[in-house]
């Protein structure tokens, strides 16, 4: 690799590292609209209002019914498979907030929270075990591949693709999550995440999953990270390790004690006990993974600032075109 290769390449890491996907919120009124003080809307909103603690109670994936006939809402919440039951409750909770906020009287909504990822959706029909492959939400980092050929690349890829996708859809009926790493080059490792509402079928999900990394591939190939989000399963894959590897807070074991406030979390004592008490590994990741990026990209730039003064006049503007471009582009997002 280049030197302007690799310092573009740290700072499009350093911008993928500090950016989150962004909430999103759906709303169909195709069985029609419901009015302010109905049945309908109580109970969906009270269905609602008891998801934060139920889906991060019971494992990080939970179903629910309220009402009878016409006013029967059906909800459904998903939880990252990585995350511990406190990030799992503010996320659903803060999915739940907006997806209120945003579907006033629709009779159905869905929600994909943002980082690490979850899933809320309610409807006036049965949502369960069924396979729905829209809306499809999908985004990547401007930043390229950092390999002049991708054959290797893009073999090693698909590859990783399809073991991670056969893992997760084998899951089980609590959960269906999986994620892989692979090596592309000695300085690049793919990370892969791949996830369904393990309501689905092992053939439903591996659908879902497997239409979501052609989705990728047809939208955003030749990216250095990206991710496709379906209402039944969320896919995601970058050049960074972006998830807690292996959690034993996740939806494997369904936690029972109640989900952290953020001031008990910064009262408690630092240490990594995963889940029970201490801060998580994944707020500790949150907090050091930035800070070492930006000190190894400080002191990149700082050497490839030294040597491209002693470098030919070509290399100089090379290195700085690289360099603007990369500092000025964020997340784009594309639906
Ligand atoms: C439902 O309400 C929205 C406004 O919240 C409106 O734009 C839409 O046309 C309504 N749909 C139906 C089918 O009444
Ligand atoms: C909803 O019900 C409350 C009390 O039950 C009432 O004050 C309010 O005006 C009602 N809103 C609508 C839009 O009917
Ligand atoms: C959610 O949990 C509460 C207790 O926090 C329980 O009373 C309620 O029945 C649960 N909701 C559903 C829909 O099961
Ligand atoms: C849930 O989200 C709302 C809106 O974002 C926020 O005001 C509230 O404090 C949150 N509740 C908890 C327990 O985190
Ligand atoms: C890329 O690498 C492959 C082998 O890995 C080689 O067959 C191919 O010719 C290369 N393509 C280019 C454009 O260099
Ligand atoms: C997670 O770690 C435990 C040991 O800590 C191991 O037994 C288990 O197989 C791991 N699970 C996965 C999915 O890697
Ligand atoms: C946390 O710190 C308190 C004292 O500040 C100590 O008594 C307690 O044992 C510590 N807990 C753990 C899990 O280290």
Known sequence: ?????????LLSLLIGVCLATAQKERCYDTAGNFTT????????????????????????????????????????????????????????????????????????GLSWGSNPPCIVRYADRLIFGVLELEPTDAG?????????????????WESLMDRVVKKASMGSSTLKYATGEADATTFLKIYALMQCTPDLSQEKCDSCLRQS?????????????????????????????????NASTSATAPSLSPPLSPASLSSTNKTITRGDGGISSQTLAAIVVPIVVVFV???????????????????????????????????????
């Open 1 to 9: 690799m280049r030197l302007s290769g690799i310092v573009s390449f």
């Open 37 to 108: 003080n109905s049945t309908y809307g109580r109970n969906r909103d009270q269905i609602l209002a008891s998801f934060p603690a139920n889906v991060s109670a019971n494992g990080g994936f939970f179903t629910a019914t309220l009402g009878q006939d016409s006013d029967k809402v059906y909800a459904l919440g998903l939880c990252g498979g990585d995350s511990s039951s406190d990030i799992c409750y503010s996320c659903i909770n803060s999915s739940v907030h907006k997806l209120i906020a945003t579907c006033p009287n629709q009779k159905e």
């Open 140 to 156: 990547y980092n401007t930043g390229d591949v950092p390999l002049a050929n991708l054959t290797q690349f893009d073999l090693d």
């Open 213 to 245: 990394v052609s989705y990728y591939e047809g939208c955003c190939h030749g990216k250095q990270g990206g991710y496709v989000q379906k209402p039944n399963c969320l896919f995601r894959w970058d050049l960074y390790p972006f998830y807690v590897s």
């Open 297 to 335: 990209s400080v002191a990149i730039i700082a050497v490839a600032l030294l040597l491209k003064r002693k470098k030919t006049r070509q290399l100089d503007v090379n290195g700085k075109l690289f360099l603007d471009f990369n500092l000025f582009v964020v997340d784009f997002k594309i639906s």
